[in-house]
């Protein structure tokens, strides 16, 4: 069982930066690929960035490429979302979540095939 606990979020105007947290509990993090989804009010989840369990690998939405960075540190169990040139339209919760089912574009984008949740965190952009 890993339990995921984000921090980080909060205002900020259009341009600036936040670099989101997520720590989890637990020695099995460190086998887990690490994925951030955010939701929009009346939208649906999506995909913002994933990183493998060594952080070799990484793939990001293309709405935040060149923008937000995903890296990880296993020694201290965190996942982090650093996120630059933040526009309004990535005012959203943002949630960590852990060991999706495959290590697969087609799999590890959909928040449905992750094993593990955080609570999420608001992030709020103003124009």
């Known amino acids: 069982q890993v339990q995921l606990v984000e921090s980080g979020g909060g205002w900020v105007q259009a341009g600036g930066s936040l670099r989101l947290s997520c720590a989890a509990s637990?020695?099995?993090?460190?086998?887990?690929?690490m994925g951030w989804f955010r939701q929009a009010p009346g939208k649906e989840r999506e995909f913002v960035a994933v990183i493998s369990w060594s952080g070799a690998s990484t793939y990001y939405a293309d709405s935040v490429k060149g923008r937000f960075t995903i890296s990880r540190d296993n020694a201290k169990n965190t996942v982090y979302l650093q996120m630059n040139s933040l526009k309004p339209e990535d005012t959203a919760v943002y949630s960590c979540a852990a060991d999706p089912a495959a290590w697969r574009l087609d799999v590890f984008r959909q928040s449905d095939r992750y094993n593990y949740w955080g609570q999420g965190t608001q992030v709020t952009v103003s124009s």
């Open positions: 637990g020695r099995a993090f460190r086998s887990y690929a």
